[in-house]
């Protein structure tokens, strides 16, 4: 099992809708979590960053964490075509490793 | 402004020819790490190294060496790539033991190996 599952997609939406991304982790003690977004031909950068459970909201972007059920949440409202673009999570596993999800692949339509 | 940078940006080799990804960062962090991307599989590390002449593997290291004799470079090395190396690399830097930063990632390298 790996450590972090995120659906790949590719997830398209047309403007204006929530988004939805998600990711599980195997790991309960992980406490560190993170949301990058990668634009075509850049590196990732960070989005949100959560500690332990509960929610985090940034603007249009709230980041939610489920420790029971080790579920890792990014919502998305009134998505943008600038939002298009690949989302990763993330987990610090509290040394010098950071582990991610494959990516999700998200298309807003205009 | 801060900045990691990976050269070059694009790469096509043949199977065998030595090679070398540079990268060099301007934050003073200790902490930097090699990443490749592939589809489905996300980012996996390579290498990293916690300060000067200090490196460790990550989870996919075959076939890559590493050195760090500067705090502001890392180069990837491929003494004799093959194709499965073909992928998106990146670099990327981290202000150690501030679990609240972000890893500072570059632009990408993309290598073809045929």
């Known amino acids: 099992q790996k450590e972090v599952e995120q659906d790949p997609g590719p997830l398209s939406v047309p403007e204006g809708a929530i988004v939805s991304l998600n990711c599980t982790y195997s790991n309960s003690a992980f406490q560190y979590f993170m949301w990058y977004r990668q634009y075509s031909r850049k590196g990732p950068e960070l989005l949100m960053y959560t500690y332990s459970s509960g929610n985090k909201e940034d603007g249009r972007f709230t980041a939610q964490v489920d420790k029971s059920s080790k579920y890792i949440s990014l919502f998305i409202r009134d998505s943008q075509p600038s939002d298009s673009a690949t989302y990763l999570c993330?987990?610090?596993?509290?040394?010098?490793?950071?582990?991610f999800g494959a990516g999700t692949r998200l298309f807003v339509k205009a | 402004e801060a900045q990691v940078t990976q050269n070059p940006r694009y790469l096509i080799t043949v199977t065998g020819k030595k090679l070398t990804v540079t990268c060099s960062q301007n934050?003073?962090?200790?902490?930097m790490s090699w990443y490749r991307q592939d589809p489905g599989l996300g980012l996996r590390q390579i290498y990293y190294?916690?300060?000067?002449?200090?490196?460790d593997k990550g989870d996919v290291p075959e076939g890559y060496k590493v050195s760090r004799k500067e705090k502001r470079n890392f180069p990837l090395i491929l003494e004799s790539p093959s194709p499965n190396q073909t992928s998106l690399y990146f670099c990327?830097?981290?202000?150690?033991?501030?679990?609240?930063?972000?890893?500072?990632f570059g632009n990408g390298t993309r290598l073809t190996v045929t």
């Open positions: 934050m003073n962090h200790e902490y």
């Open positions: 190294s916690m300060n000067v002449e200090v490196t």
């Open positions: 993330a987990i610090n596993t509290g040394g010098f490793k950071t582990i």
């Open positions: 990327a830097t981290w202000k150690s033991g501030d679990y609240n930063s972000p890893l500072h």
